[in-house]
């Protein structure tokens, strides 16, 4: 099971900060990639950021501005996302599959355990 929650609706220029929990037969380990997704209305899912043991990788739209982390002893994935802008709108997803990220973190099909997901608005 994946949790998400820190979502809300800011002003551009703000900040907000994800997490995501997982529990039960999600465990956190070395070898898993955790990632953000986010969707707006009408958009595809689109990867924001992934992180594993080695590695982390962020969309080039938010790079800069977002930061990812993960906390591997609480099996626990943040966001930061600071100089939020209207176009970051959307819902925000985490998601874990069960290998390391590398070049193929933002294909959204390879990720077998997806949270609920948490509403950001930037107006």
């Known amino acids: 099971q994946l949790v998400e929650s820190g979502g809300g609706s800011v002003q551009a220029g703000e900040s907000l900060r994800l997490s995501c929990v997982a529990s039960g037969n999600i465990q956190g380990g070395y070898d898993l990639c955790m990632a953000w997704f986010r969707q707006a209305p009408g958009k595809e899912r689109e990867g924001v950021a992934a992180a594993d043991s080695g590695e982390s990788v962020t969309l080039d739209a938010v790079k800069g501005r977002f930061t990812i982390s993960r906390d591997n002893a609480e099996t626990t994935l943040y966001l930061q996302m600071d100089s939020l802008k209207p176009e970051d709108t959307g819902m925000y997803y985490c998601?874990?599959?069960?290998?390391?990220?590398?070049?193929?973190?933002?294909?959204?099909?390879?990720?077998?355990?997806w949270g609920q997901g948490t509403q950001v608005t930037v107006s």
């Open positions: 998601a874990v599959r069960a290998w390391l990220c590398g070049a193929t973190w933002f294909r959204h099909i390879q990720y077998e355990y």
